[in-house]
């Protein structure tokens, strides 16, 4: 089997193509590119997806390209967006390019140890040298203006970037499109030929939304190059229970930094989910073996409340992305804020009959200061009546909005609802609180 056919094989099966440009078994593909703009310092669960398909090109021995659109991300994709972007300052643009060079990095690494534990049907061991970093200002750094017009311009007709998604649907909304937003198609395609050209790339991925910026950049290489090959391909968008698509512009992006995204979170995040979109989540971001997905998926049928689906998945994407040693982590967590018999400070335990010892105080301290939901109560604040407190840690957004939560019997401590607003967190002490939904370990040191 051609390693063409058995990468497109497993996107095929794991549902990871919403379109391509007629891209078959018998094109001759040589390097596959991803793009994504720095606009936040981490890239986020929608991006996987996206990225995923640039994976499996990976681990099939093609060289595969992302590009940090570090120049792209000054002009502001209108892609998908209602409204414009807000200008970044150009300090935070870096520090954003920085970070998300590091984390490709990693991931990269990562996800080539992930590949190896789960059998991964490599066509040809790839080496980490064949995944590259590059930020596209290094090309647009010593292009002149008028090159760059007189290169692109003549081969872009005005009707057809006219006619992109992306532009009809700004143009009849309210606050229309800059001619920044406009020329970004030009800038994307530019890339695409750049890379065709320096490095022989020629197949663009990215979510459905890319899908006009990428056919930009095939008409600009094929008119440029008549006999070029070059290709696109999508993904389907991952999206929120109502519809919309995960990431930074609808605010409910799940970062994949784990300084962002603690590895229990991200572990939650999967287990919550509705099992349909578990489903296609197991298939899409895993890299299980095709016929286990199967096996997991029938297994989880036969009684869904275990989750069975939900947990491959979750500890399956906290191993690829976080690594091993944070998975083990994520699980002992889940365990204790979850598990199925009370233990001491809120928490709970496997299998305490057992006779297993509960962990100490510095030990669960341990394991829990670097969460989000981790708390300290410092000596400033430990005599602040407790609505107070709730305040000052930021769990609710006022005292009155907490005394009333507290009257309504929302809020516990340990297991015990707390009904005094009045009431002093114990010195020297650590407990699980619950406020409604949400879980917080609170820790007066
Ligand atoms: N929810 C999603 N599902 C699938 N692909 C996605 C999702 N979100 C982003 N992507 C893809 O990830 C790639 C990089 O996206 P990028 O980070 O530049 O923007 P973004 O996260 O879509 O940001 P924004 O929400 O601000 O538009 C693109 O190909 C994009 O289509
Ligand atoms: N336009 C893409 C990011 C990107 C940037 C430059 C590229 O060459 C390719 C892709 C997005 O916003 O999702």
Not at 82 to 90: L, N
Not at 326 to 342: M, N, R, V
Request: proline fraction near 5%; aromatic fraction near 8%.
């Amino acid at each position: 089997m051609s390693r063409l056919l058995a990468c497109l094989k497993q996107l095929q099966a794991r549902s990871l193509i919403h379109n391509t440009t007629l891209l078959q078994p018998s094109c001759n593909v040589n390097s596959v590119y991803l793009g994504a703009d720095p606009t936040a310092a981490s890239l986020h669960v929608g991006n996987l997806v996206a990225l995923m398909p640039l994976v499996h090109f990976f681990l099939n021995g093609f060289p595969v390209f992302t590009v940090i659109g570090d120049a792209t991300a000054q002009l502001g994709d209108p892609s998908g967006r209602s409204t414009s972007r807000k200008q970044m300052a150009e300090t935070t643009r870096t520090a954003n390019s920085n970070s998300i060079h590091n984390q490709l990095k990693d991931l990269s690494s990562s996800i080539l140890s992930y590949a190896q534990d789960c059998n991964y049907p490599f066509s040809q061991m790839p080496s980490s040298s064949q995944w590259s970093i590059v930020r596209n200002s290094s090309w647009y750094e010593n292009l002149k203006l008028l090159k760059f017009l007189s290169s692109v311009g003549p081969h872009v007709r005005v009707s057809q970037m006219l006619a992109r998604d992306s532009v009809t649907t700004r143009l009849q909304s309210p606050s229309g499109l800059s001619f920044a937003e406009l020329t970004y198609q030009l800038l994307q395609a530019y890339d695409y030929s750049y890379l065709y050209e320096n490095h022989s790339v020629n197949l663009q991925i990215g979510g459905s939304d890319q899908w006009g910026n990428i056919t930009a950049g095939t008409d600009l290489v094929r008119r440029t190059h008549p006999n070029a090959n070059v290709y696109a391909l999508t993904t389907p968008l991952l999206t929120s229970s109502s519809g919309q698509k995960l990431g930074k512009s609808a605010g409910n992006a799940i970062w994949l930094d784990p300084k962002l995204t603690d590895s229990y979170s991200l572990y939650q995040y999967f287990i919550s989910a509705p099992d349909d979109l578990a489903c296609k989540c197991l298939d899409m971001l895993t890299l299980l073996p095709l016929e286990q997905l199967e096996q997991i998926k029938a297994e989880h049928e036969k009684d869904p409340s275990q989750r069975i689906v939900h947990k491959y998945l979750a500890s399956n994407v906290v191993r690829m992305v976080h690594g091993k040693k944070a998975l083990e982590l994520a699980q002992i967590q889940t365990k204790l804020l979850h598990g199925a018999h009370q233990a001491p400070f809120g928490f709970y335990s496997e299998a305490p009959q057992q006779g297993d010892s509960f962990p100490s105080l510095p030990e669960i301290r341990a394991l829990f200061k670097d969460c989000k939901f981790y708390r300290t109560i410092d000596s400033s604040i430990k005599d602040q009546p407790f609505s107070r407190l709730l305040r000052t840690l930021q769990i609710y957004t006022s005292r009155k909005e907490a005394t009333e939560h507290i009257l309504s019997g929302a809020v516990s401590l340990g297991h015990k609802p707390i009904l005094d607003s009045n009431y002093k967190f114990p010195d020297n002490s650590l407990f699980v609180l619950r406020a409604g939904k949400r879980t917080f370990v609170l820790d007066s040191l």
